[in-house]
């Protein structure tokens, strides 16, 4: 049973049949006072409720009520629904604990998604994990490209399981090349909207005079450049899902744009006035730290919350070192029948080595290093000294192990980096290359260490 909470009589008979019509059964009160004996007596499954109880409030209201049926209903989802322009009094709501938020006047399937989302997650995590292994979850899910079985992996998987197949929002966090486009299109693959687009943007690579067009599309002779038509990535994406990479690095402009169209799912082709709706999966992805970003006010807190429903964190790779004999060989395996080569193996001395090395550069940056020493180093069996050629660490595994023990994370991945700048002579490209990372993620990393 989903509860209203609006003192507004129209609001309440509309969001009243809009659920009914949809299969919900509904309850609908107006005060607070009322709200609080309703839940007093009964538990519901979802609550609608609005932010602002009289003419005078500014929302104050609202928020303490939620505070309150939370007390009442701790496990509850509460939507919110507040006008576009007080969104700021949403986000309060949000970091007070509230599901999510829709803005009046609402847009009807918008509002139906968000509340299946609502109850569908509410039961997914009433239901006990029962899948504790890789080979269980592979065995319900398709997982075929992410390779590994540490414990930190497993939790990923299972949390990527548990909500795939919602309509939630997901914001992927974690370090450069650690997997995340990997674990979006694990998403896509295992929710209904598998035989639909999978549509991949990089932002960082988006600039702000191309972000419309890119993202929304445009009709010939909207500018000076459009010479054809152009549809945009969201109506690609329509009944599928829209991956939006590196989100942290829009800027502050675009941010307003895009919360537009992720907050109704509606948005115009340059060139033309007619609105368009799309049906979109949101999932996004970052290495920046987007909580510090919001109190910088570089990224924009409404927008963060809208992104952030569900947040699955991927651990670096010296956090799963268990994994890296496993990767290593998916690799080599993936190389020699790539290049037609002979089977590829590694001695048990050549995985220890790999497996101490810090790889500031993640699962993108072991890649490089095994495929690399394989066709440098023209072997099938492939030893710890053919490993050691490719890498920028010192010759022997005693030298590393003293390096390890006296110096921080921090300092490994500045002395790493400081090395393969060294190795190619200042040519930051190949630097990127060697320890796996984009030319951006190396530029922050210098400006980070002060290199």
Known sequence: MILIIDDDAIVRSSLSLLLKRAGYETEAVAPPEAALEFIRQVSPDLMLMD???SLTTKGEEGLELLQKVQVFCPRVPVILITAW??????????????FDFITKPWDNRQLLKSVETALELKTR????????????????YDFSSIIGQSEVLVDVLSTVARIADTNASVLITGESGTGKELIAEAIHKNSSRRKQRFVKVNLGGVSQ????SEMFGHRKGAFTDAHADRTGRFELADKGTIFLDEIGELDTTCQVKLLRVLQDQTFEVLGDSNPRKV???VVSATNADLPTMV????FREDLFYRINLIRIHLPALRERKEDIPLLAQFFADRQSVQ?????????????ELLQTLPFPGNIRELKNLVERTILVSGKNRIQADDLRSQTTLPETSSATHNIVHGMTLDDLEAQTI???????NGNLSKAARTLGISRTALYRRIEKYGL
């Open 209 to 212: 005079s191309l972000f419309e």
């Open 295 to 298: 109190r910088e006010k570089t």
């Open 418 to 424: 400081r090395n393969a700048i060294e190795q190619h």
């Open 51 to 53: 932010m602002n109880f």
């Open 85 to 98: 322009g007080s969104i700021s009094l949403a986000v309060r709501g949000m970091k007070a604990g509230a």
């Open 125 to 140: 995590r009433m239901v006990p994990n029962l899948l504790q292994t890789c080979r269980e979850l592979d065995d319900h």
């Open 339 to 351: 290049n037609r080569l002979s089977s590829i193996s590694f001695t048990p001395g050549a995985f």
């Open 279 to 281: 049906d979109v999966r």
